[in-house]
């Protein structure tokens, strides 16, 4: 639009009349007026500063599905880019496309914590898995639902972001963690089925390898099973809750043993009970 208007002068063209003129000058190059005018209209907006490359400014990247996300100079890809582009990674009870996205700013808070090589693993699968192969961490993403898989790496895929070091293990949860041999884990997402005790089930096997200092993040806590749970570690000493996020809890693993003590030894079980127990 600019350039028209230097073509034009002072003539103001409205936008039918541009798309007409951009088709009569630009028809020899193959650049379609539709692409000019997203070009004209992207420049227009504030300029945004990548905290990779530190390039400032706008660029309009052909893509053959629109306008790439992320830097247009090194290719740096933020949570908040991912969130501008959120396909419908699960369906409803009706079978019906939906995504059930974790809270965007438990996204943002925890985008900073996950660095590179770091262990993680998630129950459940969706844009937080896209934020784990973004920092490039060793990611493990076990979910019965092999649609949410796929979505997630076409999603990827589309954007050019490696899942390299992400497994994905198509199987439930209660299953796959009883026998899961790992090292130790850095974090660890709850956020797969979410019926009794499926939550609990989770947490009792990941917490034995999750590493002191490590964190656990409880997600759906408006959910009953999600809330007894993160009360449950809230009042426990071998957690600390470091903050909650709308409807998600996240903790920090203070020392291991938590998950098998007996109930006198838990505050949250015993502390209505009618006599009092010395621990």
Known sequence: MRLLAKIFGARQLVPIEAKRVCQRILCVLDISADKLLRH???????????????????????????????????????????????????????????????????????????????????????????????????????????????????????????????????????????????????????????????????WFYAARLLRPGGLMIVDDTLIKTGRILSEFLEVDPHWKLLTELHNTSIFEKISHGGHLSEWTDQPYTRKDFPCTFQS
């Open 40 to 202: 004209d209209a992207a420049v227009a907006e504030p300029a945004k500063r990548c905290n990779g490359c530190g390039w400032t400014g706008r660029a309009f990247i052909d893509h053959p599905e629109g306008p790439t996300i992320g830097c247009p100079r090194c290719g740096l890809v933020t949570i908040n880019d991912l969130l501008s582009d959120v396909p419908h990674f699960h369906t409803d009870s009706l079978g019906r496309p939906a995504s059930f996205t974790i809270d965007p700013a438990v996204l943002t808070y925890l985008e900073p914590l996950v660095g590179k090589g770091m262990r993680t693993l998630e129950t459940g699968a969706g844009l937080s898995t896209v934020l784990f192969a973004l920092r490039g961490a060793h990611h493990i993403c076990i979910t019965p639902i092999a649609g949410e898989a796929e979505v997630v790496k076409q999603y990827c895929q589309k954007h050019s972001i490696s899942l390299q070091e992400v497994k994905f293990i198509i199987e439930r949860s209660e299953d796959v963690l009883p026998r899961l041999d790992h090292d130790y884990l850095d974090m660890v997402l709850i956020d797969g089925g979410h019926g009794f005790p499926i939550p609990f089930i989770d």
